[in-house]
T-cell receptor
Framework: LAKTTQPISMDSYEGQEVNITCSHNNIATNDYITWYQQFPSQGPRFIIQGYKTKVTNEVASLFIPADRKSSTLSLPRVSLSDTAVYYCLVGEVVLNFGNEKLTFGTGTRLTIIP | DSGVTQTPKHLITATGQRVTLRCSPRSGDLSVYWYQQSLDQGLQFLIQYYNGEERAKGNILERFSAQQFPDLHSELNLSSLELGDSALYFC?????????????FGPGTRLTVT
């Protein structure tokens, strides 16, 4: 399984750029990297997904180096409402059996300070 | 609102009992995923169904079972409940069958076993 490792927690001030890194040393060739955001007592919500290099959408950027053993979620100019837990998800596909194992990271609790 | 509905919202039951959690996916989504989230275990993938068939299995106990019906709603059955089964149970859905597809999470069912 592609085990993932993230920092347990991070603090940042409003208006700053926040970068959260996820390590996934055993990532497989067919795996995508997906990040989710979760507020207390709510289901996770999709933020961004990538396979390699850089992906950007209206809320975040995702940087993936050439070896794909890590990825960095970048949140520009955070606000108090970005306080949440951020999960890195790596999907592993076992092609022979079509059996996909999904591995969520432990999550990073991001706290934005006014 | 993700479009995924889960019932009930809260469930309190005693050890040894059996419960059924229900999930209705977003309209048009064929995949349903079940996750367990407890305080000390993070977000754990349990099982995935795609168009009525089991597609992937994660850390699902033998006391737990699930199914997806022809109308695509899904039920997660938990039996011989133990105190350690107390957790938030999330259902998610996606259009395709690949785990890396964007998943839309429901609000969750909070199960308390006493």
């Amino acid at each position: 399984l592609a085990k993932t490792t993230q920092p347990i927690s991070m603090d940042s001030y409003e208006g700053q750029e926040v970068n959260i890194t996820c390590s996934h040393n055993n990532i497989a060739t067919n795996d995508y990297i997906t990040w989710y955001q979760q507020f207390p007592s709510q289901g996770p919500r999709f933020i961004i997904q990538g396979y390699k290099t850089k992906v950007t959408n209206e809320v975040a950027s995702l940087f993936i180096p050439a070896d794909r053993k890590s990825s960095t979620l970048s949140l520009p100019r955070v606000s108090l409402s970005d306080t949440a837990v951020y999960y890195c998800l790596v999907g592993e596909v076992v092609l022979n059996f079509g059996n996909e194992k999904l591995t969520f990271g432990t999550g990073t609790r991001l706290t934005i300070i006014p | 609102d993700s479009g995924v509905t889960q019932t009930p919202k809260h469930l309190i039951t005693a050890t040894g009992q059996r419960v059924t959690l229900r999930c209705s996916p977003r309209s048009g989504d064929l995949s349903v995923y079940w996750y367990q989230q407890s305080l000390d275990q993070g977000l754990q993938f349990l099982i995935q169904y795609y168009n009525g068939e089991e597609r992937a299995k994660g850390n699902i106990l033998e006391r737990f079972s699930a199914q997806q019906f022809p109308d695509l709603h899904s039920e997660l059955n938990l039996s011989s409940l133990e105190l350690g089964d107390s957790a938030l149970y999330f259902c998610a859905s996606s259009v395709g069958r690949e785990g890396h597809d964007e998943q839309y999470f429901g609000p969750g069912t909070r199960l308390t076993v006493t």
